[in-house]
């Protein structure tokens, strides 16, 4: 089964700063890569998803980017952070071998002063 | 897209209930997952179970894929039930889209 490590775990950051999230996943090859974003309350919203090395999807307009150096690692990053950018940061993984199933990884969680 | 309505928003258990959370999409899909988020923000899957009935200990899930909808059961609902269930759904290779979850609070 996947293993999804993120981090890191907590991060606080000054307005203007960059950003890197990271996340790798164990456990699979060549799966589909996911950033989600959950705010204030509890809706997930989706960034960015990528299906291959250097294939990314971005899903809303925004300040963040998504990079996949390797088949099993994905970046999340900003070049300025806004204040708006706070909130939970979960990477998640399909295997596309076996079942259509998503697994998430523990999640970064980013506040912006 | 799909759009996916989960029902109740909020619920409110004492320890020992039973309860139902339901969860209804507009489109056909080949993927519905259930997850739950614990208090410290991590996501677990429940259940994946795009048609059909599984039971895991006191959970159990049913999707009526025909009639697009499925539910969630808890039996004899525990403190560690809390937290916020989300049912998420997809179609061929696209990315899951979630609803906005259950948040469900289990009281001793």
């Known amino acids: 089964s996947q293993t999804i490590h993120q981090w890191p775990a907590t991060l606080v950051q000054p307005v203007g700063s960059p950003l890197s999230l990271e996340c790798t996943v164990e456990?699979?090859?060549?799966?589909?890569l996911y950033w989600y974003r959950q705010a204030a309350g509890r809706g997930l919203q989706l960034l960015f998803y990528?299906?291959?090395?250097?294939?990314i999807s971005s899903e809303v307009p925004q300040n963040l980017s998504a990079s996949r150096p390797q088949d099993r690692q994905f970046i999340l990053s900003s070049k300025k952070l806004l204040l708006s950018d706070s909130g939970f940061y979960l990477c998640?993984?399909?295997?596309?071998?076996?079942?259509?199933?998503?697994?998430f990884g523990a999640g970064s969680r980013l506040t912006v002063l | 897209g799909i759009q996916v309505e989960q029902s109740p928003p909020d619920l409110i258990l004492q320890e020992g209930a039973n309860s139902t959370l339901r969860c209804n999409f507009s489109d056909s899909v080949n993927n519905l997952q259930w997850f739950h988020q614990n208090p410290w923000g991590q996501l677990i899957n429940l259940f994946y179970i795009p048609s059909g009935t599984k039971q895991n200990g006191r959970l159990s899930a049913t999707t009526v894929a025909t009639e697009r909808y499925s539910l969630l059961y808890i039996s004899s609902s525990q403190t560690t039930d809390s937290g916020v269930y989300f049912c998420a759904v997809n179609s061929g290779n696209t990315p899951l889209v979630f609803g906005k979850g259950t948040r469900l609070s289990v009281i001793a």
């Open positions: 456990g699979t090859s060549n799966p589909n």
């Open positions: 990528s299906v291959g090395i250097g294939q």
């Open positions: 998640a993984s399909r295997d596309r071998r076996g079942a259509n199933v998503l697994t």
